[in-house]
C-alpha cells in the first residue's frame, strides 16, 4: 500500500501547483500520511486533521481544514 501511495501522490502531485492543499488526519497511517508530505517538499501546503480526546476524528478541524486551495483528502 505505501507503494502505491506513493505512486499515486508522485501522479497527483504533477497536476498540483504550489500553494495547493492536501489534507491527512491524524488517524491515518504513515503509509497514507508521507507520500503526501513529500508534496510538501515541492510546495503544497500539507494540512492535518485533529483528534478528539477520545480517539475519534474531529469533524470540526476537518471542516476548517479543507478550503478553496485543497485538492485532496486521502482518508481511510
Avoid: K, Y
Wanted: net charge negative; with cysteine.
Amino acid at each position: 500500500m505505501t507503494t502505491l501511495n506513493f505512486a499515486l501522490a508522485h501522479a497527483i502531485g504533477r497536476a498540483c501547483a504550489p500553494g495547493d492543499e492536501i489534507v491527512v488526519t491524524q488517524l491515518d497511517h504513515e503509509a497514507n500520511r508521507g507520500p503526501w508530505r513529500m508534496l510538501a517538499e515541492r510546495g503544497l501546503v500539507l494540512r492535518e486533521v485533529a483528534l478528539l480526546p477520545d480517539g475519534t476524528l474531529d469533524a470540526a478541524s476537518l471542516a476548517a481544514a479543507i478550503g478553496p486551495r485543497t485538492r485532496l483528502v486521502p482518508f481511510g
